[in-house]
T-cell receptor, first 113, second 113 residues
Framework: GQNIDQPTEMTATEGAIVQINCTYQ??????LFWYQQHAGEAPTFLSY????GLEEKGRFSSFLSRSKGYSYLLLKELQMKDSASYLC??????????????FGTGTKLQVIP | EPEVTQTPSHQVTQMGQEVILRCVPISNHLYFYWYRQILGQKVEFLVSFYNNEISEKSEIFDDQFSVERPDGSNFTLKIRSTKLEDSAMYFC???????????FGPGTRLTVT
């Protein structure tokens, strides 16, 4: 099975940096997704990490440590529109293109002025 | 930009009735998925579909559920005899064979009364 832990809620200030952590315990592991979900909307893809290390994409960066079962999403220069839930999700090994993605419960981020 | 579409946006049905939720994936995508999200809870994988057959399914996807790709564009989820606990947002997603990003549709909110 797969167990994913994320903080339930976080608050950060506009213009600041925030790090959202995710830990997972899985019977097998292929890669880790981060998705953003605004209230009442569909998830949208942010990143997918397979290898250890940091991947940067504009204001968002994602880090993975496979040995520690740990990932984080780093959001820089926070904007009010970044207020959303951030979903950590993992995929099992050998799933190829058809991936049984297991989502965590998500971290609800509130950005305040 | 191509997108996944879903109809209807909201479906209300009585317990025991059959419902069909419809999705039009992105046209050149090969892998299709259904997820559900009960209000306030996490996104849950239901099923993945490739090459006109189910690739993987979760424990939720029991005999009451079925999927079909009746033509070259639509991808449907059928629930044969709805229960109150089937009330949720149902998301369709699709992905290409070359990448891991899954593109989600806007969802169908199913309310079973």
């Amino acid at each position: 099975g797969q167990n994913i832990d994320q903080p339930t809620e976080m608050t950060a200030t506009e213009g600041a940096i925030v790090q959202i952590n995710c830990t997972y315990q899985t019977s097998g592991f292929n890669g880790l997704f981060w998705y953003q979900q605004h209230a009442g909307e569909a998830p949208t893809f942010l990143s997918y990490n397979v290898l250890d290390g940091l991947e940067e994409k504009g204001r968002f960066s994602s880090f993975l440590s496979r040995s520690k079962g740990y990932s984080y999403l780093l959001l820089k220069e926070l904007q009010m529109k970044d207020s959303a839930s951030y979903l950590c999700a993992v995929t099992p090994p050998n799933s190829g293109g058809y991936q049984k993605v297991t989502f965590g419960t998500g971290t609800k981020l509130q950005v305040i002025p | 930009e191509p997108e996944v579409t879903q109809t209807p946006s909201h479906q209300v049905t009585q317990m025991g009735q059959e419902v069909i939720l419809r999705c039009v994936p992105i046209s050149n995508h090969l892998y299709f998925y259904w997820y559900r999200q009960i209000l306030g809870q996490k996104v849950e994988f239901l099923v993945s579909f490739y090459n006109n057959e189910i690739s993987e399914k979760s424990e939720i996807f029991d005999d009451q559920f079925s999927v079909e790709r009746p033509d070259g564009s639509n991808f449907t989820l059928k629930i044969r005899s709805t229960k109150l606990e089937d009330s949720a947002m149902y998301f369709c997603a699709s992905s290409s064979g070359t990448g891991y990003e899954q593109y989600f549709g806007p969802g169908t909110r199913l309310t079973v009364t």
